[in-house]
T-cell receptor, first 112, second 111 residues
Framework: NAGVTQTPKFQVLKTGQSMTLQCAQD?????MSWYRQDPGMGLRLIHY???????DQGEVPNGYNVSRSTTEDFPLRLLSAAPSQTSVYFC???????????FGPGTRLTVL | GENVEQHPSTLSVQEGDSAVIKCTYS??????FPWYKQELGKRPQLIID?????GEKKDQRIAVTLNKTAKHFSLHITETQPEDSAVYFC??????????FGPGTRLSVLP
């Protein structure tokens, strides 16, 4: 049982490049989310999903796209990277309702 | 939308003393309030949570209290140890959706 996995661990992009951060979970959780964490700050919700085919925006969705075609996977796409998107990105999942949210190990992204 | 405030931003205590971190929230629809511990370079990990139908919950040295009327909840750590040093985040959610986190408290336990 791997829990929540994220790839890559580190990534450096140039301004304007696009990329996809991968997230997968093997706990059959319905709910999945993407957060970004900037230095000295809490986690801010980018997008979340309450099931396959259903996504919704969080607090800071601009510049990011998501899709949820399967229960297991929830990729995050950066359409045209900007230096302001330099951050640590965490994916998380939970079984639904008021249950424990499990986080992946994070992806550290630097945009030059 | 929901707004979560957290105080203090930094907290230093002597080993063996107690630590208290307080959070307030704005949305009365929020009904789930978890606390996370994050060590440097690691992912956040749940340490305790409370649901809106409960006023207090305790797990060994850690307790959380919730006051729904005042919209605030607090984390209490007793008999602090050096390994309790970390950043602690509170959060609020409604039925597991749209989590909003506080800005965090850096706790240092001095030996």
């Amino acid at each position: 049982n791997a829990g929540v996995t994220q790839t890559p661990k580190f990534q450096v992009l140039k301004t304007g490049q696009s990329m996809t951060l991968q997230c997968a979970q093997d706990m059959n959780h319905e709910y999945m989310s993407w957060y970004r964490q900037d230095p000295g700050m809490g986690l801010r919700l980018i997008h979340y999903s309450v099931g396959a085919g259903i996504t919704d925006q969080g607090e800071v969705p601009n510049g990011y796209n998501v899709s949820r075609s399967t229960t297991e996977d929830f990729p995050l796409r950066l359409l045209s990277a900007a230096p302001s998107q330099t951050s640590v990105y965490f994916c998380a999942s939970l079984a639904g309702g008021n249950n424990e949210q499990f986080f992946g190990p994070g992806t550290r992204l630097t945009v030059l | 939308g929901e707004n979560v405030e957290q105080h203090p931003s930094t907290l230093s205590v002597q080993e063996g003393d107690s630590a208290v971190i307080k959070c307030t929230y704005s949305d009365s629809a929020s009904n789930y309030f978890p606390w996370y511990k994050q060590e440097l370079g690691k992912r956040p990990q749940l340490i305790i949570d409370i649901r809106s139908n409960v006023g207090e919950k305790k797990d060994q040295r850690i307790a959380v209290t919730l006051n729904k009327t005042a919209k605030h909840f607090s984390l209490h750590i007793t008999e602090t140890q050096p390994e309790d040093s970390a950043v602690y985040f509170c959060a609020a959610s409604s039925y597991g959706q749209n989590f909003v986190f506080g800005p965090g408290t850096r706790l240092s336990v001095l030996p």
